[in-house]
Nanobody, 119 residues
Framework: QVRLVESGGGSVQVGGSLRLSCAAS????????MAWFRQPPGEEREGVAF???????GYAESVQGRFTIGKDKAKNALYLQMESLKPEDTAIYYC?????????????WGQGTQVTVSS
């Protein structure tokens, strides 16, 4: 089975930076594509950053140019580097993975980590 565990969340001022990490057991074998989602208070979950086939990157317009998704293979982890943070970035952030990139639904989810951006 694949286990995903997020870490690195916390509180930061507007304009600050955070780096989230998602520890993924054997992700390079069990998972084809991975992503970061977030859920602001009282709102629905939304995808913000994606690693697709061939490790191509995709981003929601709201984070384009500020967030970077990538893999740290040595640490078996997926990361999300967040720069120039805004109050609207406040949310619980989740990492997710799926075995088949073409499938709509993700197969595995982490427990989430809170990110709070204050002005």
């Amino acid at each position: 089975q694949v286990r995903l565990v997020e870490s690195g969340g916390g509180s930061v001022q507007v304009g600050g930076s955070l780096r989230l990490s998602c520890a993924a057991s054997n992700w390079w074998i069990g998972l084809a594509c991975m992503a970061w989602f977030r859920q602001p208070p009282g709102e629905e979950r939304e995808g913000v950053a994606f690693l697709l086939s061939g490790d191509k990157e995709g981003y929601a317009e709201s984070v384009q140019g500020r967030f970077t998704i990538g893999k740290d293979k040595a640490k078996n982890a997926l990361y999300l580097q967040m720069e120039s943070l805004k109050p609207e970035d406040t949310a619980i952030y989740y990492c997710a993975g799926k075995r088949v990139c073409g499938n709509q639904d993700y197969d595995f989810w982490g427990q989430g980590t809170q990110v709070t951006v204050s002005s």
